[in-house]
């Protein structure tokens, strides 16, 4: 079991809840200079927009930068997604980081969330015995669309090859790279491709297509970015009394400068469930008019006032 000084310093290295974070390094030898990196970084991005084209994400996308050496960790790519409360999200990346690491070979990859390296905990019933939260750091990997597991060393011999302490980074990496066998067994690579089998197929699946009669630049703004969906919803369900002032005023999305007009609007399932059941009534003298609540007019007029009140708050703290 850990002791709390070692709780304490595993819990200060892991992400904050929600939030999903991901290291991308090169092979041991490769270039590094910010502007392979952020090449690099460009290369996967396209990657990722082209699997999920179409895809509303929940709070945060995929998305990776040039990181500078920092500390022991050599020049790589980083990037952190807050997924908030829709998991799916999480594995989505994992799922986008796999496909990475096939496109390209030489790099090494890391994924953490609060919990440490969740991808074990998926596959908790085939893992060896030694292996725990305390004892995994900087063991762990995404290298060639498989996970590796740097091993603890078993016989004398070797104990010249593989450490018996934390890795390096830099040691974990050319230890993965093909200095050690670190593949992880069958029955691991089985248990995480299970959980990311369903991508991208049920990325469609998970998308609920609506009517909202909103105002006319709402409906420009929505039908621009789709994705703006996921925050103005957000935004809406987080909002504090400063945004219920700016709702008040609605000084870009007003019913009553403007002319709505009824638009089909793509949510995620969650999303749309989320703002449906949002207790929201109209701010006064703005100008929205919400049909009685038995009308067949009434859920589109209602998710229109939402939204355009969500975005409505995403401008004021633009």
């Known amino acids: 079991a850990m002791s709390e000084t070692e709780d304490a310093v ?4 892991l992400p904050p809840q929600d939030t999903v974070e991901y290291r991308l390094y090169r092979a041991s030898g490769e270039e590094c200079s910010r502007e392979s990196l952020t090449e690099l970084a460009v290369e996967c991005t396209h990657l990722a927009r082209g699997i999920t084209a179409g895809h509303i994400w929940h709070y945060e996308h995929f998305r990776v930068a040039a990181w500078a050496e920092e500390g022991s960790h050599p020049p790589h790519l980083f990037g952190t997604t807050c997924f908030h409360d829709n998991v799916e999200d999480e594995w989505l990346i994992v799922y986008l980081l796999f496909a990475v690491s096939e496109r390209h070979e030489q790099l090494v990859i890391s994924v953490s969330d609060s919990d440490g390296d969740f991808l ?50 830099n040691q974990a990496i050319r230890l993965v790279q093909g200095e050690a066998p670190t593949e992880a067994s069958d ?36 039908s621009h970015d789709p994705q703006l969906v996921a925050a103005a919803v957000h935004a809406l369900c987080e909002r504090d009394p400063a945004d219920m002032k700016v709702c008040r005023r609605m000084e870009c999305f007003s019913p009553s400068r403007h002319s709505s007009v009824t638009a089909e609007i793509t949510f995620t399932r969650y999303l749309y469930a989320q703002l449906l059941h949002q207790r929201f009534s109209p701010p006064r003298n703005t100008g929205f008019r919400l049909p009685p609540a038995g009308s067949h007019q009434h859920r589109a007029c209602d998710l229109g006032m939402k939204l355009a009140c969500g975005l409505e708050i995403l401008v004021s703290r633009a």
């Open 187 to 222: 029955a691991i690579q089985e248990a995480i491709r299970r959980r990311i089998s369903c991508f991208p197929a049920c990325l469609k699946s998970s998308l609920h297509r609506t009517h909202c009669y909103l105002p006319c630049p709402a409906a420009h703004v929505m």
């Open 10 to 13: 595993l819990r200060q290295s």
């Open 120 to 169: 074990l905990i998926e596959s908790a019933h085939h893992l060896p015995k030694w292996l725990k939260p305390e004892t995994s750091q900087n063991r762990v990997f995404i290298h060639k669309g498989k996970l590796h597991i740097i091993p603890k060393p078993r016989t004398p011999a070797e104990v010249t090859l593989l450490p018996v302490a934390t890795p390096t980074i």
